[in-house]
């Protein structure tokens, strides 16, 4: 379907909020072990305010460079539960959202968003609380002229994200985790916790048996 110059795809598959919350427990840095350092975007897309963290169901979009009409037409499409993913072609002269979409976003219940490219209005965003990650800031805003895609597989930060993906976002970076590696990823990271928490604990009786 296209509505104008907007090319939007069929329904996906949503994951479920309970396994959503699964993946609110662990860091961006144990997944990315858990799946063998695979699928972490590039290191360029870093949150836009210290401590914003998202977990969501991926609603990926694809602008031009510097344009965001694909972006305003998917906030018919956003469901609670998904993370607005948007491939800008990591352009740095226009900001493809500011305070106004993120707001939105959150309204219709997405809980974040990724972007390959610069936004703008950091500190409202962070007084407002929208889990932003991008490239960086600029106060430049964006044309609204198009084409772009909304629902269709893209590229950010070096990772392939398709719809229906779950995406895990922090103060180290982003990952992405296909919904068929769900469950070893689970099951990875959680050897992967236990594992890290006796490290600490050995660590810690290090330090007492040196202080003592």
Known sequence: MTQDNVRVSSPWHRVDEETLDRFRT???????????????????IAPIWRGAKAVGTALPIMTIAGDNKAVIAALDHIRPGDLVVINAFGYDGRAIIGDNLAQRFAAFGATGAVVDGYVRDAAIIEELGVPVFARGLTPAGPFKNGP??????????????H???????DGDGV???????????????EEIVAREAALDAEAAELRNAVAR
């Open 26 to 44: 662990h860091s961006v840095a144990n997944l990315g072990d858990a799946l063998d350092r695979l699928n972490i975007v590039d290191g360029g």
């Open 148 to 161: 772009g895609s909304i629902g269709e597989a893209v590229a950010v930060g070096g990772v392939v994200v």
């Open 163 to 169: 719809p229906g993906d779950i995406v895990v976002a």
């Open 175 to 189: 990952i992405v985790i296909p919904p068929h590696r769900v469950q070893e990823a689970l099951a990875s990271v």
